[in-house]
């Protein structure tokens, strides 16, 4: 693979949960002109200690680039990035639309069961669907479904844990053993 061919990869950064730490790690974004696709932020799990997770699609040489930066920020504790083999992703993503929609139910009904998805919650006026999935999978759910009406859409950033037994978790853990002794 050429170094500088654009490609998908997913950083993961494991921080101290600080105020202005998420503001700093998209600063080292900004400067070099790098996108961020999705940002999801979470506790991790490890105690006390909150993961980001990051998807841009760049080159090698810029997500080391990055990579290193986001390590030099006091409260990060570990960092890298992985390719989108070296993954396990999902993200989530919900549809409400309208209850009047439903008076093709069967139809929604077939829509979502061949999505994979569920009807998460019933109301008066609206329901809301659930899929979980890759990007493309949220994507064509919102194009079978946008006939009928889409009040309002919102898919979560990306989650994913690597494809290693430990990932850098357990790295984590060791320094933080390591600083306790």
């Avoid at 998807?55 to 810029?62: K, S």
């Avoid at 006026?125 to 659930?130: D, L, P, R, S, Y």
Wanted: a neutral charge; proline letters at 1%; charged letters at 30%.
């Amino acid at each position: 693979m050429n170094t500088s061919d654009k490609q998908e990869f997913t950083i993961t950064a494991y921080t101290e949960n600080h105020v202005g730490l998420l503001h700093r790690i998209t600063i080292i974004f900004t400067k070099r002109k790098i996108n961020i696709e999705s940002l999801t932020t979470s506790e991790s799990e490890t105690e006390g200690i909150h993961r980001f997770t990051i998807a841009v699609t760049e080159t090698l040489d810029q997500v080391i680039k990055v990579v290193k930066q986001i390590e030099k920020q006091v409260e990060v504790l570990k960092a890298d990035y992985y390719t989108k083999k070296e993954v396990v992703q999902q993200e989530l993503a919900l549809y409400k639309i309208s209850t009047k929609s439903l008076t093709n139910g069967l139809e929604i009904e077939r829509i979502v069961r061949e999505h994979n998805a569920r009807f998460l919650t019933i109301e008066e006026h609206f329901v809301v669907i659930e899929k979980s999935g890759f990007r493309r999978e949220t994507k064509a759910l919102f194009d079978e479904l946008k006939p009928y009406g889409i009040n309002e859409f919102v898919r979560s950033g990306r989650i994913a844990v690597s494809r290693q037994r430990d990932g850098i978790g357990k790295d984590v853990e060791k320094l933080l053993a390591e600083a306790e002794a």
